[in-house]
């Protein structure tokens, strides 16, 4: 079953951290870019980070540089959002998605598989 699941999302005061994991289907995460994306209510999705199916390169939203960090394990299938210094405005559904093109991009149309997203709610 082609699926990826997101988990770790929740509710945390401002300047607290939290982190969040996204765990794939084989199928769709070996040779696969990983992007994070995130949805409040009212407004479009945004790219939060990608990272390549290596590794090795990373990107980030401007508003999240410096305070987010993704990363990924690929042995285990999984890709980590670790989220700190948050703020009431991180607040939204955040997605996990997988692009078979390989390296990152920071458009949602091009990625391919989604997963279902998290709440994170940052209070004040």
């Known amino acids: 079953q082609v699926q990826l699941v997101e988990s770790g999302g929740g509710l945390v005061q401002a300047g607290g951290s939290l982190r969040l994991s996204c765990a794939g289907s084989g199928r769709i995460f070996s040779g696969y870019a990983m992007g994070w994306f995130r949805q409040a209510p009212g407004k479009e999705r945004e790219f939060v980070a990608g990272i390549r199916w290596s590794g090795v390169n990373t990107v980030y939203g401007d508003s999240v540089k410096g305070r987010f960090t993704i990363s990924r394990d690929n042995a285990n299938n999984t890709v980590y959002l670790q989220m700190n210094s948050l703020k009431p405005e991180d607040t939204a559904v955040y997605y996990c998605?997988?692009?078979?093109?390989?390296?990152?991009?920071?458009?949602?149309?091009?990625?391919?598989?989604w997963g279902q997203g998290t709440q994170v709610t940052v209070s004040t």
């Open positions: 998605a997988s692009s078979s093109v390989g390296w990152v991009q920071i458009t949602a149309t091009s990625y391919d598989y």
